[in-house]
């Protein structure tokens, strides 16, 4: 159970995210809407205590995660891995290497750099690139894949850390709808198949309300609304977007939306390794 208390933070005359408490259990998927300022990367961020809060608890495992720091700090994120929206791989390393720096947390800088990796954690990695069809990328150099590519490694570059809570922040908002669905359909293969707890912040409620078990919904750092897709009607889009609910709710403005196919459909693998095969040409 991740548990938040009275969670804020504060920067200057306002608050980015103010006073929000929930309790999530343990395998839930999550999507977190609002519009873009609303404190959807901000409440993120001080999960994954890369921000720190200015009030209010994080518990899990009977621990304060806002108290934390030093090892204990560092042991937490790697049990709470972050996917970007921008990737963040090192461009000039192979796939395989930016995939291995998830296991920073158990080799230290120094012989991650010098890619001191074990045989089986290599096996491991690979393993976590097929999950999500890139075990052929393995040896190619980063900077050369798409973005849905490049977004599918940085989500195995999490699953090797073996995390406990996978935290993906706005995941799909700079892909086309394939490699979206594709990245969408692995998150949610991954919190099923593995149990591990999945909160993501989502741009287009369609997206939302397909692929999560419950959504949250943030107006300027506020808790405006907690519960399952059927529960988040058009009244309330308005009242978490405003005037941009209609936009958001739109079939043809969704990231997961694809021409004649429903976004609850599963690509097979044939599909994922053709869609690979036509990025890299």
């Not at 791989?89 to 010098?114: A, E, F, K, P």
């Not at 922040?169 to 594709?182: C, V």
């Not at 287009?204 to 078990?213: E, G, K, M, N």
Request: proline residues 3%; glycine residues 8%; charged residues 20%.
């Amino acid at each position: 159970m991740l548990k938040i208390e009275h969670l804020t933070k504060s920067f200057a005359t306002r608050n980015a995210v103010s006073d929000i408490s929930l309790s999530i259990p343990q395998g839930q998927m999550v999507g977190i809407i609002g519009r873009s300022g609303a404190g959807k990367s901000t409440l993120l961020r001080m999960l994954n205590r890369l921000a720190d809060p200015t009030s209010g608890s994080i518990y899990f495992e009977n621990r304060d995660i806002a108290k934390l720091s030093g090892k204990a700090l560092y042991e937490w994120r790697a049990s709470c891995a972050m996917v970007f929206q921008q990737f963040n791989l090192v461009g000039r390393l192979d796939v395989l290497t930016n995939v291995l720096t998830g296991r920073l947390y158990h080799h230290g800088i120094m012989s991650s750099m010098l890619q001191m990796f074990s045989a089986s954690e290599r096996a491991f990695a690979i393993k976590a690139l097929d999950r999500l069809g890139m075990a052929h990328t393995a040896l190619q150099q980063a900077d050369t894949l798409s973005g849905g590519q490049m977004q599918r490694v940085a989500i195995a570059r999490a699953l090797v850390q073996q995390p406990k809570i996978l935290l993906a922040d706005e995941p799909i908002a700079s892909l086309d709808p394939l490699n979206a669905k594709i990245v969408m359909d692995a998150l949610r293969t991954i919190n099923r198949e593995d149990g591990i707890t999945v909160l993501a912040n989502l741009h287009t409620l369609d997206t939302a309300r397909t692929y999560c078990d419950r959504i949250i919904g943030l107006q300027d750092g506020v808790l405006v609304f907690d519960g399952p897709p059927e529960k988040l009607t058009l009244e309330m889009a308005r009242e978490i977007y405003g005037a941009e609910a209609e936009e958001a709710f739109s079939e043809g403005m969704t990231s997961t939306a694809l021409a004649g196919v429903p976004a609850k459909e599963r690509l097979t693998e044939r599909d994922l390794q053709r869609h690979s095969d036509m990025s890299m040409s």
